[in-house]
Structure formats: C-alpha cells, structure tokens
C-alpha cells in the first residue's frame, strides 16, 4: 500500500510576477462569500476584517487570487446581490479603510483580488430607485429602470406574464408619490432588485465610474454578475414570444428579448477600454449561462477576456462527459485567445461533494429512506426538497469522487475557480429550519425551490467554540455538529485531509502548470490519462474497479493507492 500521504509536495516557487498582464489564465481563484468566511466583531456576520485574518490561510493554501462575492451596502433580500451603493462597503461588513487593509494584505501575500460587480439590477434601495419612485411616470429618473403600464382597465395587471427567475411575476406594482396604484417595474430577480435600463447612457457612465472606483483602488479583476442579461427588449414584437417564453430555457441565439443579446456586448467593450486603462489591465470573468457556443462571445480579449464555463459543474462523474467538456472547453477558449475556466461549486449550486453522493439519475423511490429523488441532472435539488435528508446520499462516495474530480480540475491548463469550504470537503448543508432560510428563492418559490442557504453555511475554521471559530459568538445561519469534523482545526495536521489534499495540490500546480496544452494519453470508458508539458501525468479513475497505476512517481493522489493500483473514483499525479 502506498501512502500518498507522506509525499511531500515539491517547494511552491515565488509567485509569478505580479505585474504579469496574464496572471489571470491558469489561476487558482478561491470565491469568498464574505458574510459567511470569518467574522472578527462577533455579530454573527463574517466581515472584511476576518477575511483579513485570514490571509495567512489563504497564503498557506497556495490561491493565486480572491473572488469576493458583494460586500456593498444591502438589506441582503438576495445574500447582497441587492446593492444599495456600488461604491461602498456594507457597515455590517466594514468600511472602505478596512476595504484597502484587506487589499494590501492580501497584495503582500501575493495573491490578486477580483470583486464581484452586479450591473443587472440595483437594490430597491439604491438612491437611483428611491428617486424613480418619487418621480413621475416618464420622468429621467424612471428611465434608469424599466417602467411600463400595467395591462386592464385600471393597470391593474402585469404589463406581460413573463416570471422572475426566483419565482412569481417579474413585474413589481409601484405606489406613485400621490398614493395612487402606478406603474409596474421589471425585475429579474426579486422585486428587491429591480433591473436597470442598459439602454440609458447614464447607466453605463455609472457602471464605468464604479469600474474606475475599485480599479483605483486596487482590485485587479471583476467577476460580472448575471453578464448575460443587461441589454433587453421589452418593445411589442417581444411580446409575440410571451407564450414561449419559459425563464432560463429559450435561448435563440442573440434575439432572446431578455437573455444573450448580441449588443451587450457593446456594453463588455467600452468596459475593456477601462480595464486597459490599467496596467496590468483589470480582468473580468462573466457568470454567463449561455448555450456552450455562445460562451466564447463574453470571453473575447476585445470584451470581458474570460467566462465561467458551468459544464463540469452540470455533469456526472463520468469519464465520457468530462471528456467531452474538457476537449470542447479547451478549444472554444483558443478561439478567443481566453483560458478555460473550471468550476465545481459555488454560492449558487449544491455543494460537489454532495452532489456526487446522489444516486444517478434515478427517478421514482430510491429506496432510501427519505422518498423519492427524481433529479436527472443530478443536482441535488431534489434532495434538498426531501428535507436534505442525509440517508439519500452516500457522503462518502461524494467526498471520495469530489476529491478526485477536484484533483483532476486542478490539472488541466485554463482558471480553477474553488468556493470557500470545499478545501474542506464539506457536504451541502440540507436542514435548515425554514425560519432561518435566508435565499428569497425559498420565499418566493416554496416548495419548488429550497434555495442556496445550504452552501453558504458560516465555514467551520474550529472544532468547538460557539460558531466552530468561524466569530467569537453566534452565526447568522446555523452550522450542524458535523462542521466539527470538516473545520480546519481538525483538517490542518492531518495530511489525508481534503485541506491537506488541496494544499499540497496547489502547490504542485504552481510549479507544474507551464505552457496551457494537454495531451489525452488514454480515453477510456472508465479511465482518463492526460499528459501536461515537463512530464506531469494525471489519471483518474471513474470506475469503481482498481485499475494498474500507469508508471511514473507519485506525486499526489486524492486517495489512499493501493499497491501499483488506481482505486476507483481516485485521480493520480505523476511525474515521468
Ligand atoms: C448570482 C446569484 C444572484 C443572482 C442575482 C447570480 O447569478 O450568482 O447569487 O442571486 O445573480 O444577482
């Protein structure tokens, strides 16, 4: 038996250069959701001074960069992607200084920063929106937004039937400032976050400012919520598609009246002309879910420069389909001169290690106890919805095939995009009693959608304390007894730890990761072999039978080998 464990990963070298204009390709990049990674003042909400405190353990996990979900002023109708002032920090997260602390701990630590950017909507809180109420029908300040009558004798009805993403109308009644019922304004969201009018110039002029503010600041790279959505057409010939009209499915390329239009990425461009104003030019990454061959559009070095491709994410752990992801992902980033980008888990999705522990496509009774689980995309949601009963899944298979398919992520050339707790392995949290839910999907969709509170659970940094060390007190969504076991205090000197794993990995990507190539050495029914440039192997085991661990040293592995075998759901690195 070998023990990977005691394989040391080789010395991290320096940082690459910091002033590199391309740092960003093949970067590690580790999304902190701030409300949940550490909170310094005790009041339950994770702040900018405990992310602070936290550099030396980002240090030491060997990230190249943070991704800072918002941390601006919000009510939190929508975990803060409801943004009251793009240029200010939320007074329950901390104050621009703190803001420039934490940025030049970070730098010192040579590891770059990217904060997320909504340019969707606003808040109904936003000044912009504040002022749209209070003035009147056809007015300036409503065209920042998109206002429309309503339909019926009185306006009483939704100006069309289209729904919100979270469930319900899209279209939110206002009261006009004389009392009486008015106009409708559109929101894709949460009536929270009515949409602003990307076709009003004043928007943009705001958007390239609030670019300049936190570029000036030092924030290298942005990552741009909801990049897909900004340009609409609400005019009549939009309505004639009303009856298709069904949220995320329809996507006829660049004439969807609300998703992928063509001309935003007119928008992208003027925005590329602001990054470039830098040196090194800021970097941008969309969150665009768009059909695979339109991704390359948010991805050109003349717009946005990278786009997260959510493939990995959707699929099963299945050799075939990461095969085909891979090899499609790799060449639609050489055509737009990007790096790929991969993604397991985020604030938005069930966790990957849970995820994995689901039985596959299976419809009807599992057999388990806890009912039925009829996901076909195997996403967890059903799960979710038979009260994240744990009997359904098999957690440790889920870690098992996590950690493997993590390991083999980390070795392909392009971005790896990493959230917050799942260096720790955790599991998605499923019990949360409905009186602590926070994500408005729940509110708004009760009992179709359960929402994404259970990955944005305070992360367990101890084994004891009141939060498992994640503040001095409370935290603002309960941690179950389990998180003992996942905390880092538990994890750190354990070198078969899931935070041992991802170290060491880490590590070893620095030093490894070269010319962004990969040869497929073998593309079995169970079994992929790639080669990277300087003798790097990897292979990862699908199946659930051993197979002959090809030859070559070992230098990590996401599971115990056995003697000159590959176990099942295990990846391997090696040298040659
Ligand atoms: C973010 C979500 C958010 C939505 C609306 C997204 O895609 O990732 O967390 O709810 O945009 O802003």
Same mark, same amino acid.
């Given at each position: ?43 339950? $909400? ?17 990230? &190249? ?18 943004? &009251? ?7 329950? *997260? ?16 040579? $590891?770059?920063?990217?904060?997320? *950017? ?27 937004? $998109? ?26 009644? *206002? ?57 609409? &057409?609400?005019?009549? !010939? ?27 990425? &007119? ?12 040196? +090194? ?50 060449? #639609? ?6 790096? !790929?980008?991969?993604?397991? !888990? ?66 392909? /050339? ?25 994500? +408005? ?30 503040? /001095? ?18 994890? #750190? ?66 599971? /115990? ?5 590959? /176990? ?9």
């Amino acid at each position: 038996m070998t023990d990977f464990t005691t394989l040391s990963p080789l010395q991290a070298p320096a940082h690459a250069d910091a002033s590199a204009a391309d740092w960003w390709r093949q970067a590690a990049v580790y999304q902190i959701y701030p409300r949940s990674f550490a909170d310094a003042n005790g009041d339950g $909400i994770g702040d900018l001074v405990g992310i602070t405190s936290k550099v030396p353990y980002l240090q030491r996990l060997g990230v &190249d960069a943070v991704w800072l979900s918002p941390f601006y002023p919000s009510a939190l109708a929508d975990g803060g992607y409801d943004v &009251d002032d793009y240029r200010d920090v939320d007074p329950k *997260i901390g104050t621009l200084e703190e803001f420039d602390v934490m940025v030049a701990t970070l730098h010192e630590a040579g $590891i770059k920063i990217v904060v997320d *950017i909504v340019p969707n909507h606003s808040s109904d809180r936003h000044e912009w929106f504040k002022a749209a109420l209070a003035s009147p029908k056809g007015s300036p300040e409503r065209a920042r937004y $998109i206002f429309r009558d309503g339909k019926g004798e009185h306006g009483e009805l939704p100006p069309n039937s289209w729904q919100s993403i979270f469930g319900g109308s899209a279209w939110e009644r *206002i009261t006009e400032p004389d009392g009486t019922p008015g106009q409708w304004y559109f929101h894709l969201f949460a009536k929270e976050q009515p949409d602003f009018d990307w076709d009003n110039p004043e928007v943009h002029d705001d958007f390239l400012r609030t670019l300049r503010f936190w570029s000036d600041r030092g924030v290298d790279g942005f990552r741009v919520d909801v990049a897909h959505g900004l340009k609409k &057409d609400l005019g009549p !010939s939009s309505e004639a598609l009303e009856s298709t009209f069904g949220g995320h499915d329809v996507f006829p390329d660049g004439q969807h009246p609300l998703w992928d239009r063509d001309d935003v990425q &007119d928008v992208y461009a003027e925005w590329r002309s602001v990054f470039n104003e830098y040196d +090194p030019p800021r970097t941008a990454v969309a969150e665009a879910w768009v059909q695979p061959h339109r991704r390359g559009r948010y991805a050109t070095q003349a717009g946005l420069g990278q786009a997260f491709n959510f493939d990995l994410l959707l699929a099963d752990f299945d050799a075939a389909e990461f095969h085909e992801i891979i090899a499609r992902n790799l060449d #639609e980033a050489a055509e737009t001169g990007a790096s !790929s980008t991969w993604v397991f !888990s985020n604030h938005d999705v069930v966790r990957h290690a849970t995820r994995y522990g689901l039985p596959k496509n299976t419809s009807g009774t599992s057999g388990a106890p806890g009912g039925s689980v009829t996901s076909s995309g195997n996403d967890g949601k059903q799960w979710l919805l038979d009260g994240g009963d744990p009997a359904v899944i098999d957690a440790e298979r889920g870690l098992r095939r996590a950690r493997a398919a993590t390991l083999f992520m980390l070795a392909l /050339p392009g971005s790896a995009y990493l959230y917050q707790g799942e260096e720790l392995g955790l599991q998605e949290v499923g019990r949360i009693p409905d009186a602590d839910r926070q994500d +408005p999907t729940f509110f708004r969709n009760k009992g179709v959608e359960i929402g994404r509170d259970g990955c944005r659970v305070p992360l367990p940094w101890s084994r004891e304390g009141a939060s498992f060390g994640f503040g /001095p007190d409370g935290a603002h969504l309960p941690q179950p007894e389990w998180f003992a076991g996942f905390s880092v205090e538990a994890e #750190e000197h354990d070198p078969a730890s899931t935070l041992s794993l991802y170290r060491d990995a880490l590590a070893l990507r620095r030093e490894l990761q070269t010319a962004e190539t990969l040869d497929w050495l073998e593309i079995g029914e169970a079994v992929l072999h790639v080669a990277r440039p300087g003798g790097w192997e990897i292979v990862t085991n699908f199946g659930t039978e051993p197979i002959a661990l090809p030859e070559g040293a070992v230098l990590v592995a996401s599971g /115990p080998l056995a003697d000159g075998a590959l /176990p099942g759901e295990t990846t391997v690195w090696l040298r040659r």
